[in-house]
């Protein structure tokens, strides 16, 4: 898919019958908003049209007419809460329904831009608390052994799709990259062994960074591509599928979960885990955490400062397990 494609909205509200036309065509103004000003993917966008769409049929079914421009100006806290209330009970959690508030505050700002009324009982109410659960990243010995070929070696798989599996899950845990920067680089951006060590990764919002790539990852993908039976052009995706086409998520998930079986790993071992566990194990190194924010391409400091919380929780149970007293 295409950036362009990306950020059209999966499909537009047009002719939904608990809003007037007015409305609907608002919406889809928002929508293409979101996907071409504010550069937002095409699933996030359509989960906020989803969640625009499920909260204006309450409301309409709430107040007994379709709902205009102006409905949001008329809203009180107590709709907004009785729509919450109603998701709790079909058993929606609390991030999901932080999401919802977040859809249906940009979609009120949007019409507060266009001159219609602007809306109070949106901040009025606050969002659900989240109890924020700790990265599991593996241990450096676990992490290092789903990087090695040989772990598969028995597989009844061809070589080269083994060396590349094990060329991507290397780069997930030797840059901190996600699984889809990782599959969206293209063959020319990657650099040959002795001809650089950085790369360019485009991350969320098409936000592009620097990423630096230790010579052990550089050949593995070296070894890989050497293997490919397939033509990999420059301008072609690096990592491909068995029929040559761009490799899935998927499959590498697929992968790590037979590594998981072989190596006796927890259920937490995902290719997500690998990028927590080279910030852990950086951290853990005395990596600055800005400079980890940066190789991470987070954009808030907090989001990287929970892996402070981890290395300290790893400190704490190393001690307990160690000394005499504890």
């Given amino acids: 898919m295409s950036r362009a494609q990306a950020r059209k909205p999966a499909r537009g509200p047009g002719g939904l019958p608990f809003v007037t036309p007015a409305l609907g065509d608002e919406i889809e103004q928002w929508l293409r908003q979101l996907g071409a000003e504010r550069r937002m993917s095409a ?87 989240i109890a924020r659960s700790l990265p599991k990243p593996l241990a450096v010995a676990a992490a290092t052994r789903v990087a090695d070929p040989d772990e598969r070696a028995g597989e009844d798989r061809d070589p080269w799709i083994l060396a590349r599996d094990a060329a991507v899950l290397a780069l997930l845990y030797g840059a901190g990259l996600r699984i889809g920067e990782a599959l969206a680089i293209q063959r020319k951006d990657f650099p040959e062994p002795g001809q650089g060590d950085v790369i360019v990764v485009t991350g969320k919002g098409d936000k592009t960074r620097m990423v630096p790539v230790i010579a052990p990852v550089v050949a593995l993908v070296a070894a890989y591509a050497a293997q490919c039976p397939y033509n990999l052009a420059p301008q072609g995706p690096l990592f491909v599928g068995a ?49 980890i924010q940066e190789l991470l391409g987070h954009a808030s400091l907090s989001t990287t400062q929970i892996y402070t919380a981890v290395d300290t929780a790893h400190l704490l149970k190393a001690y307990r397990a160690a000394h005499p007293r504890a």
Avoid at 58 to 72: I, K, Y
Avoid at 90 to 108: K, Q, T
Avoid at 267 to 289: E, I, V
């Fill in 43 to 129: 699933h996030t966008v359509e989960a906020y049209r989803r969640d625009a769409c499920q909260f204006l049929a309450f409301l309409a079914l709430h107040h007994g007419g379709r709902v205009g421009t102006g409905g949001f100006a008329r809203l009180l806290p107590a709709d907004i809460r009785a729509y919450m209330a109603k998701r709790r009970g079909e058993s929606v959690g609390s991030r999901s329904l932080m999401r919802m508030l977040a859809g249906i505050r940009s979609l009120a700002r949007f019409l507060e831009s266009q001159g219609h009324a602007a809306s109070a009982a949106l901040s009025a109410v606050r969002a659900p608390k």
């Fill in 243 to 291: 029929k040559g086409g761009p490799l899935r998520a998927r499959i590498v998930q697929l992968a790590m979960a037979r590594l998981r079986g072989a190596l006796d790993l927890p259920p937490s071992a995902t290719p997500h885990a690998l990028r927590h566990s080279f910030a852990t194990h950086l951290l853990a190194r005395g990596g600055d955490l800005r400079a």
